[in-house]
Nanobody, 122 residues
Framework: QVQLIESGGGLVQAGGSLRLSCAAS????????LGWFRQAPGKEREFVAA???????YYADFVKGRFTISRDNAKNTVYLQMNSLKPEDTAVYYC????????????????WGQGTQVTVSS
């Protein structure tokens, strides 16, 4: 059983930065694809970023140039560095892991974390 725990969320002003972490327990992440999703109140869950076990990454268009996903397999941790934050980035951010691939739909993924709140004030 793999457990994912997100951290690093908080309140930040527009234009600021946050670094989210997602730490895994129970099984190594070394061969997992990892991803970040977010869900704002009253909105649908949306894909943010994903990274393969090879460390190749892909992003949603609305975060390109602002967010960077990375992983540290030795620590079983995936990160999301968020710069130039906007109020519309306010959401609960969830990490996910899958032995296959991270689908932008978020469907059928093996594991999900509990989420961490990110609030960006204007």
């Amino acid at each position: 059983q793999v457990q994912l725990i997100e951290s690093g969320g908080g309140l930040v002003q527009a234009g600021g930065s946050l670094r989210l972490s997602c730490a895994a327990s129970g099984r190594t992440f070394s061969r997992y694809a990892l991803g970040w999703f977010r869900q704002a109140p009253g909105k649908e869950r949306e894909f943010v970023a994903a990274i393969r076990w090879s460390s190749s990454a892909y992003y949603a268009d609305f975060v390109k140039g602002r967010f960077t996903i990375s992983r540290d397999n030795a620590k079983n941790t995936v990160y999301l560095q968020m710069n130039s934050l906007k109020p519309e980035d306010t959401a609960v951010y969830y990490c996910a892991a899958d032995l296959g691939a991270i689908s932008p739909t978020g469907h059928g993924l093996d594991y999900w974390g509990q989420g961490t709140q990110v609030t960006v004030s204007s």
